[in-house]
């Protein structure tokens, strides 16, 4: 069983950044694959990056692709997402999401969500 918890989430202007965290439960985090994935309103949770559990590959959304960084800290037991150049239409909640030994483009590719956090892109 993995717990996630999300912050870092909040208010800023076009152009910004941000940077979330997402701390992990558990003494096996380095052996989980995690996501980040958003969901504006009134829309389908969409995938937004993600991080491989062996060899920390990256991959990224083509609209996130260039701004957008994906990283971990197995010792911290914490992924990261560091935004820059945000843009109104990055304005959505935010979860972070693990699989064991696993990844994926798609929601039904993980077994574990954090609760959220809100990013707010004014123009």
């Keep these: ?3 996630l918890v999300e912050s870092g ?14 701390a992990a439960s558990g003494r096996t985090f380095s052996s989980y694959g995690m996501g980040w994935f958003r969901q504006g309103l009134g829309k389908e ?4 990056a993600a991080i491989t559990w ?4 990256t991959y990224y959304a083509d609209s996130v692709k ?3 960084t ?3 800290d197995n010792v911290k037991n914490t992924v990261y997402l560091q935004m820059n150049s ?8 935010y979860y972070c999401a693990a ?9 039904r590719n993980y077994d574990y969500w954090g609760q959220g956090t809100q990013v707010t892109v004014s123009s």
């Design 54 to 57: 062996s060899t920390s590959t």
């Design 70 to 72: 994906i990283s971990r």
């Design 86 to 93: 945000l843009k109104p239409e990055d304005t959505a909640v």
């Design 66 to 68: 260039g701004r957008f």
């Design 9 to 22: 989430g909040g208010l800023v202007e076009a152009g910004g950044s941000l940077r979330l965290s997402c």
């Design 99 to 107: 699989r064991y030994h696993g990844w994926g483009y798609a929601v």
């Design 1 to 3: 069983q993995v717990q």
């Design 45 to 48: 949770r969409e995938f937004v």
